[in-house]
C-alpha cells in the first residue's frame, strides 16, 4: 500500500548530496525508485550517481593547485548540490508530492545525511589515497621510527572504520541501537586522539607529520561534534539540525583538503 512506503525528501536527498556528492544522491533516488516500482530506473540512477562522482573529482584533480586554491570549499558541493537538487524535482518531484498528499511518509533528514556520510568517508579516503601516492612522503629518507608511526596509524584507521560503520545500519537499525552506537563512535574517535598524540612522542618525527597530526586532532574533534548532532537529530527524530550538520561535513571536508594538500 502506498501509506506503507517511505521515500527520501527531495531536501534529505540535497543534504545527502552535500554531504557525499552525487553517489549519495543516486542511492537516495535509488532508494525511492524501489519503494515506487521502478528497479530499472533505480539502478540507472546509482549507476550515473557514482559516475558523476568520478567526473567531478578527475576535474578537481585536473585543476591546477594555485586555481583550486581560490575556491572557496564551499562552492563546488554547492553547485552540484543544487544541481541535483533541480534533477530530483524533474525525476520524482510529482511522485514525492503526491506521495506527502497521501500522507505518505519520509526518512528524516538526519539519517540521509548519515547515508551521506558513508559516501563521503569512501570519497575521502579515495581522495586521501591518491594525493598520498601522487606525492613523494613515502620515498623520503627517514630519520623517525616509521614503523611505529605506521603502526600506530593503522589502529587509528581500524578504530575509524569502526567508528564509521554504524552508518551502513541506519536503514534498519532501532533508532536505540543507532544512539547508542554513535556514542560509541565517539569513544572511538577519543581513542584516536590519544593515538595522535601519542604519535608526536615519536623522536625525530618531521615537521610535515606534526602538522599532519595537529590536523588529525581536528579531525577528530569534528568527528565527535558531528556523532553528538547526530544523536540529537536521531533521539528527536527531526531534521532541524540538518544545517549543523552540514556546517560540520563541510568543516571536515577543510580538514582533509588540507590533509591531502600536505602530500601533492
Known amino acids: 500500500m502506498e501509506e506503507a512506503k ?3 525528501s527531495q531536501n ?10 552525487p553517489a549519495a544522491a543516486g542511492f537516495l533516488v535509488k532508494k525511492n525508485y524501489e519503494q515506487l516500482g521502478q528497479r530499472e ?3 540507472k540512477a546509482f549507476f550515473i550517481g557514482i559516475i ?3 567526473l567531478i573529482f578527475a576535474a578537481i584533480f585536473a585543476v591546477p593547485e594555485n586555481v583550486i586554491d581560490k575556491i572557496p570549499n564551499a562552492l563546488i558541493p ?3 548540490t543544487v544541481i541535483i537538487y533541480l534533477l530530483v524535482e524533474r525525476l520524482q518531484g510529482a511522485q514525492l508530492k503526491s506521495h506527502k498528499a497521501k500522507g505518505g511518509q519520509f526518512y528524516s533528514g538526519g539519517r540521509a545525511a548519515g547515508i551521506g556520510a558513508i559516501f563521503m568517508v569512501v570519497l575521502l579516503v579515495s581522495i586521501a589515497a591518491a594525493a598520498f601516492f601522487a606525492g613523494d612522503l613515502s620515498n623520503r629518507n627517514l630519520n623517525y621510527d616509521a614503523g611505529q608511526y605506521q603502526q600506530a596509524a593503522n589502529q587509528f584507521t581500524t578504530n575509524e572504520n569502526k567508528a564509521l560503520q554504524v552508518f551502513s545500519e541506519l536503514e534498519t537499525a532501532s533508532p536505540e541501537y ?3 552506537e554513535f556514542r560509541k563512535g565517539i569513544e572511538l574517535w577519543e581513542t584516536n586522539k590519544a593515538i595522535v598524540n601519542d604519535l608526536d612522542t615519536i623522536s625525530g618525527l618531521p615537521q610535515e607529520l606534526i602538522t599532519q597530526n595537529e590536523l588529525l586532532l ?3 574533534n569534528l568527528r565527535i561534534s558531528q556523532n553528538e548532532v547526530i544523536i540529537k537529530a536521531i533521539a528527536e527524530d527531526t531534521d532541524i539540525y540538518t544545517t549543523e550538520i552540514e556546517h560540520l561535513t563541510l568543516e571536515i571536508n577543510n580538514s582533509v583538503d588540507k590533509l591531502t594538500g600536505q602530500n601533492q
Open 6 to 8: 517511505k521515500l527520501y
Open 12 to 21: 534529505a536527498i540535497a543534504g545527502a548530496t552535500f554531504f557525499g556528492g
Open 41 to 43: 530506473n533505480a539502478q
Open 52 to 54: 558523476a562522482t568520478l
Open 78 to 80: 554547492a553547485v552540484y
Open 178 to 180: 543507532l544512539i547508542d
Open 218 to 220: 581536528q579531525y577528530c
